[in-house]
């Protein structure tokens, strides 16, 4: 029988396929060494976010500045007039239709004719007096006048009040205040320095009259009694 040889036929086909199907096999596997030998592209060597340079700070100069400070006030002299003064801060009582309020808005007013006699700046004190109060008003004149029509300049210590006592307020946003005025001595300079006068400090007794607008309190008048 040729069953032996049937057997060898088969064997040889298994054997044929088997080389075929490993010589595939091998050029597939060249194809890939091959490839590995391609340099990577710079995409796939850089670090994440594709950035390839590393961070680098933003230079735009947004570092924290240091706060410009205040000029330093001069007071005034017989070398000149004060310079750099602080202007006196409104009290937030001013605004309010209460007792406080009143007796904050005459301090103030005594604070802004000092600021007025050392600066010759009027504004401040204007914006606490009633248009019609006449000692306020020739107080403004009296220091402005100096600045403006002489060129001269005051050196002062200023006014003072103390011992207030506040009224109590009417229905139609009056008040009134009794207090002692302690009014500094000052000097009067013309522009070349020399001296136009001295006046020295004071005590008197007075009593002040206010009137609260719905926005604010106004001095409506002042009435200042003989030295003590």
Avoid at 162 to 177: K, L, M, W
Wanted: with cysteine; aromatic share 8%.
């Amino acid at each position: 029988m040729n069953t032996s040889a049937g057997r060898l036929g088969v064997v040889s086909v298994v054997v044929v396929l088997g080389l075929a199907l490993s010589s595939c096999g091998g050029d597939d596997a060249g194809a890939e060494s091959g490839g590995a030998d391609v340099e990577p592209s710079a995409e796939e060597t850089s670090p994440e976010g594709g950035a390839s340079d590393p961070e680098q700070s933003s230079g735009d100069g947004s570092e924290a500045e240091e706060p410009k400070s205040s000029p330093t006030p001069v007071p005034a002299s017989s070398d000149g007039p004060a310079q750099n003064w602080p202007e006196p801060e409104v009290p937030d009582e001013i605004y309010e239709e209460t007792e406080e309020g009143a007796l904050a808005a005459l301090k103030y007013w005594f604070e802004a004719i000092t600021y007025l006699q050392l600066t010759g700046e009027f504004e401040p004190v204007s914006a606490v007096s009633a248009p019609d109060c006449e000692t306020c008003n020739n107080k403004i004149d009296q220091f402005y006048d100096l600045y403006e029509a002489e060129g001269g300049w005051y050196v002062a210590e200023g006014a003072t009040t103390s011992d207030e006592i506040v009224s109590s307020i009417t229905t139609g946003g009056n008040a009134g205040i009794l207090f002692t005025l302690v009014e500094g001595g000052y000097a009067a300079h013309d522009t070349s320095g020399e001296s136009l006068g001295e006046v020295t400090d004071e005590t008197y007794a007075a009593e002040a009259s206010l009137a609260y607008d719905g926005a604010q309190w106004w001095v409506l008048e002042l009435s200042i009694a003989d030295p003590q």
